[in-house]
């Protein structure tokens, strides 16, 4: 995939860099309102074998994930703490997904503030 063309599902590449700053300037506002933005993640149904929350108030991770042959990517934003996950794979699905799940239990463990 030449890195200038993309894809056909769009294919827009981007950095972890550039990632980590498109989920700053939602969260801060600067994007677009945190309300536009509350309704926006409303609208994206949980999964089916995803349990009820007990506490309707708390918020939920979300993120996007993809790839190509030879790439892939994982983006997560916990909006309970300060982590950000950003996985970028120079290998094709699920590899990206399964780094993130690694992660994911790394920091598991660690301090949420």
Not at 12 to 24: E, G, H, K, P, T
Not at 49 to 58: I, L, Q
Not at 81 to 100: E, F, H, K, Q, W
Request: charged share 15%; glycine share 10%; aromatic share 4%.
């Amino acid at each position: 995939m030449h890195p200038r063309l993309g894809g056909s599902a769009g294919g827009m590449q981007a950095s972890a860099r550039d990632l980590y700053r498109l989920v700053v300037a939602l969260n801060s506002g600067k994007l677009i309102r945190p309300e536009s933005f509350e309704i926006i993640r409303s609208l994206v149904p949980a999964p089916p074998n995803v349990p009820a929350r007990a506490d309707r108030t708390k918020k939920l991770t979300y993120g996007i994930q993809g790839g190509a042959p030879g790439v892939s990517a994982q983006l997560v934003i916990d909006p309970t703490g300060p982590y950000i996950r950003i996985v970028l794979c120079n290998s094709g699905p699920p590899m990206a997904s399964a780094m993130g799940a690694t992660i994911r239990e790394w920091t598991s463990h660690l301090p949420k503030h």
